[in-house]
């Protein structure tokens, strides 16, 4: 025992100094790398998503706006209910920012707009919860792709955020300071953070205050539809102070056919390789020169509310204060019709109701709406039969070949599904996939119904009518269609020409219509009134020869549309 060797406190304290401090100071540094690390791979996930939705400064202005909630996560917090609670903060703060690039990057891939441009805006004010379902489901293909990179955003962002800086309560209270060159990062970040948020051109960029505005637009957009009351009533003012003169004394019947969403390379009246169009090649081979196809007729807009507003105000622009079609018709002692298998809002407010007669056959709205054009058949023939006016002016609205392609023909009746033709495997040599080649197929049957209903239209416009009566038929789409032409994609397309490239067939039955080489010449769609005014034999104080494609002093502008066209005359 006198040997033994007495441990006293003294010589165990450096030992537990020096192990105390090695053991705290490593947990800092992981704690500190791991926030690092979440900051780092939450910021790089927001910034490959705003790269996707947005160009130029505005990555970086995006990137700044996000960047005050990707920073908190380097300030260590205590407690764990704080952290949780930035943890889900953090989450939803990035996914706002995600979902706000998703949607701008869709939208910029497949129609080269901007979620606040017209087209949209327009296109947002005029669909409702179930049209919008329908749309999706159409393009799931999209919906999943962009679905999926939010899911791995989303997960990504929910894996790191909750790796954020932590105080370690079992640690000393004297915190570790981070190194100065992160803390002045982070100062500087935030400064620019703060200066971004004060300005306003950057503000509204933020997600929450931009589709806040966005939505205020688009109910601003719905309130003018719904008082267009007004507007009719000073139309129809403006247009009897116009005071339009109707030429022919005698009885006197037009039918203006519009269709929707018609490529006319789809046609076989246009040359196309399946047999699309049988009966409006009948049609022309039994009329003649009664008949003019105008083999280079164009739209200026891809989507249907600016082409309507285009044709029934002449092409004119607002600032121009220009008078409405279907009100100087009126105006000169037509009774007008407007016969619909649409059921749309704005259409019916902007242009329906200026008629004297609205019959909106469809009543089901959305694209997923499955009423023929046939339907409207029934009601033409009764506004043929009607006697209580000599002068009619008969507008038929069809939905054409609006998507979805497979409701716009019965069912069962799609007879280009099984051959494999020349159409098909030149779609196959230009790399088209299958489903763009199953949407030609359903888009072709779509244009072989239709062929039957305009033909019956047509039949109806060459049979009726008193002896001695002037009778005029106009047939054209609102605007084209991709099925694989320009791009492999199925739908609407303001980028490519096949968007605008437009069906357009005159038929009258006294006076002659422009030669064959002058129906080579190009048409635009703005200027159809000009062309019907004529066919009404309607004159008025407005008129301009020049834009009249029926007419000998017929001078060909070239519009302004958002893609290079190599030739308008093809």
């Known amino acids: 025992m006198r040997g033994r060797r007495i441990r006293t406190p003294s010589t165990v304290a450096p030992s537990r100094l020096t192990s105390y401090s090695s053991d705290t100071a490593a947990p800092r540094r992981t704690s500190r790398n791991s926030a690092l690390l979440a900051c780092g791979v939450v910021g790089a996930t927001l910034l490959a998503l705003i790269a996707l939705g947005h160009d130029g400064r505005r990555i970086a202005q995006l990137a700044v706006l996000a960047s005050p909630m990707v920073l908190w996560l380097a300030w260590p917090l205590r407690s764990a209910r704080m952290r949780n609670v930035r943890t889900v903060l953090v989450w939803l703060w990035a996914m706002g920012f995600a979902l706000d690039a998703a949607v701008r990057a869709y939208l910029l891939d497949t129609y080269q707009a901007a979620p606040d441009g017209a087209m949209v805006l327009g296109a947002a004010a005029n669909t409702n919860a179930r049209e919008t379902t329908e ?128 490529n006319r390379d789809n046609m076989a009246l246009y040359g196309y390789g399946r047999p699309t169009t049988p009966r409006l090649l009948a049609h022309k081979a039994q009329a003649g020169e009664q008949m003019a196809v105008l083999k280079n007729a164009w739209s200026v807009d891809a ?19 220009p008078p409405h079609l279907l009100a100087l018709a009126r105006a000169a002692g037509y009774k007008v019709w407007w016969i619909s298998n649409h059921d749309d809002l704005a259409i019916e407010q902007q242009h329906a109701r200026l008629s004297d007669v609205v019959d909106m056959v469809n009543r089901t709205p959305g694209r997923a709406s499955a009423s023929l054009d046939g339907e409207i058949l029934d009601c033409v023939q009764e506004a043929f039969a009607d006697t209580s006016t000599d002068r009619k002016l008969i507008v038929v609205h069809l939905m054409g070949a609006h998507p979805h392609y497979s409701l716009r023909f019965p069912e069962n009746a799609n007879p280009f599904d099984d051959d494999v033709d020349a159409v098909e495997n030149g779609l196959v040599k230009d790399g088209r996939s299958a489903w763009v080649r199953r949407f030609r197929q359903e888009y072709d049957a779509a ?62 039955n006294r006076e002659p ?44 502008q070239a519009p302004a549309i958002p893609v290079a066209v190599e030739s308008f005359s093809r």
């Open 135 to 262: 749309y999706l489901w159409m393009h799931w293909r999209s919906a999943v792709i962009w679905s999926g990179a939010l899911a791995v955003a989303g997960v990504l962002v929910g894996m790191f955020a909750r790796r954020g800086a932590a105080v370690d309560a079992s640690a000393s209270s004297t915190r570790a300071r981070s190194p100065f060159w992160l803390r002045s990062l982070v100062l500087v970040l935030l400064l620019v953070a703060c200066v971004a948020y004060a300005s306003k051109p950057w503000r509204r960029l933020h997600p929450a205050i931009f589709w806040a505005g966005w939505s205020q637009s688009v109910h601003a957009q719905r309130a003018a539809w719904a008082g267009q009351e007004k507007v009719r009533d000073r139309l129809m003012a403006q247009a009897k102070a116009i005071a339009p003169v109707a030429l022919q004394a005698g009885p006197s019947t037009v039918v203006l056919v519009i269709t929707d969403s018609i």
């Open 303 to 321: 989507s249907t509310l600016p082409a309507l507003r285009n044709m029934f105000h002449f092409g004119l622009p607002e600032s121009e204060n």
């Open 447 to 508: 244009l072989l119904y239709h062929d039957f209903v305009v033909s019956e239209l047509l039949q109806q416009t060459r049979s009726a009518g008193k002896p001695g009566e002037d009778r005029a038929w106009m047939y054209l789409s609102d605007h084209g269609q991709e099925v694989g032409h320009g791009s492999d994609r199925a739908g609407h397309s303001p980028s490519t020409a096949s968007g605008y490239r437009i069906p357009t067939v005159i038929w009258r």
């Open 513 to 556: 219509l422009p030669n064959a080489a002058a129906q080579q010449q190009p048409f635009r769609a703005d200027w159809t009134g000009w062309a019907l005014m004529d066919l009404l034999k309607i004159q008025w104080s407005g008129q301009v020869p020049e834009r009249n494609v029926l007419g000998d002093a017929y001078r060909w």
